[in-house]
């Protein structure tokens, strides 16, 4: 469930990115003074202060956990192992 929610949040920020590059690449009118592009660079922070905090709680709470891709244990007898093989 976090990581669906990890993954909207992402394609929100995408899509806020999206559209302010649309803004800032339109040709400008007259009454256009670049706001839109600041809002949708605000829309992004906002998203990406939401998705930092729901990333801090999840942690928080162990609805997620980080993963390392060397378990330090088995890195130690894997790397034990090859030293006892390379002295036969």
């Known amino acids: 469930m ?5 993954v909207v949040l992402l394609l929100a920020m995408l899509a806020s ?3 302010g590059l649309f803004h800032l690449l339109k ?4 009454h256009d003074k670049g706001d839109q ?7 992004r922070i906002g998203i990406w202060v939401i ?3 729901f990333i801090a ?3 928080k709470m162990g609805w ?3 993963s390392n891709s060397i378990h330090p244990q088995k890195f130690n007898e894997a790397q034990q192992e090859r030293i006892d093989q390379q002295k036969k």
Not at 2 to 6: L, N, P
Not at 38 to 43: F, H, T
């Open 37 to 43: 592009v600041v809002k949708a660079l605000s829309w």
């Open 17 to 19: 990115l999206g559209v």
């Open 2 to 6: 976090s990581t669906i929610v990890i």
């Open 51 to 53: 998705l930092f905090g």
């Open 27 to 30: 040709s400008p009118q007259e």
């Open 64 to 66: 997620i956990t980080p």
């Open 57 to 59: 709680l999840s942690l």
